[in-house]
């Protein structure tokens, strides 16, 4: 394999990890900052109308 070859499937490689490293972080903030809706949402479902 030449040596051009190898430091394009290198920087490929470098260019999903961090494809997938964004990814994660989106995923890790999502489930941040929605786990909150959840409670809220059954909250309002049992609260005004059950009282």
């Not at 394999?1 to 190898?6: G, N, T």
């Not at 995923?27 to 005004?48: D, F, N």
């Amino acid at each position: 394999m030449p040596a051009y070859r190898v430091g394009v499937v290198a920087a490929w490689v470098l260019v999903a990890l961090a494809a997938l490293a964004a990814l994660a972080c989106l995923v890790a903030v999502g489930r941040l900052t929605r786990p909150g809706r959840r409670p809220r949402r059954e909250r309002s479902r049992r609260g005004p109308r059950g009282r």
